[in-house]
């Protein structure tokens, strides 16, 4: 059993930043991935960024340049970095855990709203 907590949405002006967490706890073992997605209304779920076990990041050409991936393996936990935001970051962030090759958990979601 694997559980995800998010932390760090909210409301902040364009230009602003904003840094959210990502805990995971339970069976956590062995090689695992984590990453962020989000969804804004009306619209899919898309990937944001994710991160490796090994430490390689990846990120959608829309936040690149801005956003910042990293994790800190001690406290199982994932985090996303977000600066000069535009109201289209404007979504529920959810995170994600890989363990293995086959099993993925995912965050609850936290709301992150941009605006003026």
Not at 3 to 31: D, K, M, T, Y
């Amino acid at each position: 059993q694997v559980q995800l907590v998010e932390s760090g949405g909210g409301l902040v002006q364009p230009g602003g930043s904003l840094r959210l967490s990502c805990a995971a706890s339970g069976s956590i073992f062995g090689i695992y991935d984590m990453g962020w997605y989000r969804q804004a209304p009306g619209k899919q779920r898309e990937l944001v960024a994710t991160v490796t076990s090994r430490g390689s990041t990846n990120y959608a050409d829309s936040v690149k340049g801005r956003f910042t991936i990293s994790r800190d393996n001690a406290k199982n936990t994932v985090y996303l970095q977000m600066n000069t935001l535009k109201p289209e970051d404007t979504a529920v962030y959810y995170c994600k855990i890989t363990l293995g090759r086959r099993n993925d958990y995912w965050g609850q979601g936290t709301q992150v709203t941009v605006s003026s």
